[in-house]
T-cell receptor, first 110, second 114 residues
């Protein structure tokens, strides 16, 4: 079983739609969680950190469920520019080990 | 803003060559990382460093070495390049040991070994 698993997609949605991605992790000692965005042939860029109480940044909402060991990303009112691959990132406690999911591809169409 | 700069965007080398990939960050970050990214495999950690002259193996260190002589610079070395090292290489840096510190990436180097 992979340490961090994501549905690879692709998710094809129309502009204005709401879309949600889930990511599961296997190490219950994981302490820090992030979502990154990666455009085609570019580097990953930090989208947002994920906090225990859930957090929102504009149209993006991130949630953490420690009991079930998953994090989620919700995108409301999708824009064409949201088309990208979204990487789930999990960092273990007490060290440097950071695990990147393989990513979920999103295509937003007009 | 954090700036992580990789020396080359695209590089073509021949089998058996010694290849150097350079990475510089300007935010005085303690930690630096080298990854490779291949389709379907995601990001895989090659080496990381948490201080000058310190280095630790990641998940796939075979065929690679690293050097960190200065805090801002982290070099990846392919001792004798092979075709299976054709990949996108990404350097990243992060601050200290804080759990909530994310990594910031350079633009990446697309390396082709012929």
């Amino acid at each position: 079983r992979k340490e961090v698993e994501q549905d690879p997609g692709p998710f094809n949605v129309p502009e204005g739609a709401t879309v949600a991605f889930n990511c599961t992790y296997s190490n219950s000692a994981s302490q820090s969680f992030f979502w990154y965005r990666q455009d085609c042939r570019k580097e990953p860029k930090l989208l947002m950190s994920v906090y225990s109480s859930g957090n929102e940044d504009g149209r993006f909402t991130a949630q953490l469920n420690r009991a079930s060991q998953y994090i989620s990303l919700l995108i409301r009112d999708s824009k064409l520019s949201d088309s990208a691959t979204y990487l789930c990132v999990v960092k273990a406690a007490g060290g440097f080990k950071t695990i990147f999911g393989a990513g979920t591809r999103l295509f937003v169409k007009a | 803003d954090v700036k992580v700069t990789q020396s080359s965007r695209y590089l073509v080398k021949r089998t058996g060559e010694k290849v150097f990939l350079e990475c510089v960050q300007d935010m005085d970050h303690e930690n630096m990382f080298w990854y490779r990214q291949d389709p379907g495999l995601g990001l895989r950690l090659i080496y990381f460093s948490y201080d000058v002259k310190m280095k630790e193996k990641g998940d796939i260190p075979e065929g690679y070495s690293v050097s960190r002589e200065k805090k801002e610079r982290f070099s990846l070395i392919l001792e004798s390049a092979s075709t299976n090292q054709t990949s996108m290489y990404l350097c990243a840096s992060s601050r200290g040991l804080g759990q909530a510190q994310p990594q910031h990436f350079g633009d990446g180097t697309r390396l082709s070994i012929l």
